[in-house]
């Protein structure tokens, strides 16, 4: 059976969708049109192109998520390059090796720009600072000058990945002020609006694949300091728009694989808490499957 599929973002959490998508393998579900913020991109991306779950397994077991930690090189101690890096580039990482892994893997699939790909198979949400809107590839790039068509889809990912303050922002030039790009999941973590706002569409069921525990079990914030208040407006922005429209009824059909959020920025994580994350997510959209009533 042909499925939409939205996945949404989590950084290093996005392990737990390569299970999820050996489970909808397993159970003879075909995505059509994919969506997803920032990991959920990546994986969105690379099924769009043709990759199994397994070979996305086997990407990631070849893949040494350190590497992608490209700072920049600097006579500075590496403290003081740090702060440096924040105030100038507004990033800690360029972010290159990161969009040129990507680049590789989807040109090894025959992959390179939205053209390669049937005509709305695959959306990508990244957050355009400058604006202070949500920006949608390829859908929203004619507005910045772009050609939907040509434009590289390794770069369109790379915005939606761009966490703040970890990667360096990215700015589209073909329009002044250049906007400055960064992470979608900062204004929608989770775009499963992408495919339920246009109803008419709607020929295939939908399944969303959110990295979160289900409405009822998220936890609540802790704000004791500075630092916790912080996080909690960042966890806020977020997650509050997406989990508005998801309570509006939508909830059956999305796939909640809790994964600690501690796990999202730790790109030392080790393989056999990888695989972990894999099988939850494989055993979570096993169960969910089982029981969908679409």
């Given at each position: 059976m042909k499925v939409d599929c939205v996945f949404s973002g989590g950084g290093i959490k996005g392990f737990a969708l390569i299970g999820a998508i050996q489970a909808l393998e397993k159970n003879g579900?075909?995505?059509?049109?994919?969506?997803?913020?920032?990991?959920?991109?990546?994986?969105?991306?690379?099924?769009?192109?043709?990759?199994?779950?397994?070979?996305?397994?086997?990407?990631?077991?070849?893949?040494?998520?350190?590497?992608?930690?490209?700072?920049?090189?600097?006579?500075?101690?590496?403290s003081i390059m740090k702060w440096l890096s924040l105030y100038r580039r507004l990033g800690l990482y360029r972010g290159k090796v990161l969009e040129s892994w990507l680049e590789e893997k989807l040109q090894a699939k025959g992959v390179k720009v939205f053209g390669d790909l049937p005509n709305e198979t695959l959306r990508i949400v990244a957050s355009d600072l400058t604006n202070g809107r949500i920006m949608v590839f390829p859908d929203d790039l004619e507005r910045y000058g772009y050609?939907?068509?040509?434009?590289?889809?390794?770069?369109a990912i790379r915005m939606s990945?761009?966490?703040?303050?970890?990667?360096?922002?990215?700015?589209?030039?073909?329009?002044?002020?250049?906007?400055?790009?960064?992470?979608?999941?900062?204004?929608?973590?989770?775009?499963?609006?992408?495919?339920?706002?246009r109803k008419k569409e709607n020929i295939r069921p939908l399944i969303g694949f959110q990295l979160s525990p289900s409405l009822e079990n998220r936890p609540t914030h802790q704000i004791n300091n500075a630092i916790g208040l912080f996080k909690a407006l960042f966890d806020t922005m977020m997650d509050a728009h997406d989990m508005r429209y998801i309570s509006r009824g939508i909830e059956k059909n999305i796939v909640f694989i809790p994964v600690d959020s501690e796990l999202s920025r730790d790109f030392k994580i080790t393989k056999e808490l990888r695989d972990k994350m894999i099988v939850e997510g494989f055993n979570r959209t096993i169960h969910f499957l089982n029981r969908w009533n679409y």
């Open positions: 579900l075909t995505p059509v049109r994919l969506a997803g913020t920032s990991a959920g991109a990546i994986i969105a991306a690379f099924v769009a192109a043709g990759y199994s779950g397994k070979e996305l397994e086997q990407i990631m077991d070849e893949s040494n998520l350190i590497d992608f930690l490209d700072a920049r090189k600097s006579i500075f101690p590496i050609d939907p068509r040509t434009f590289p889809i390794a770069k990945a761009g966490i703040p303050y970890f990667f360096e922002p990215v700015k589209l030039t073909k329009v002044k002020p250049q906007p400055v790009i960064v992470d979608g999941a900062l204004l929608s973590n989770f775009p499963v609006w992408l495919f339920e706002q």
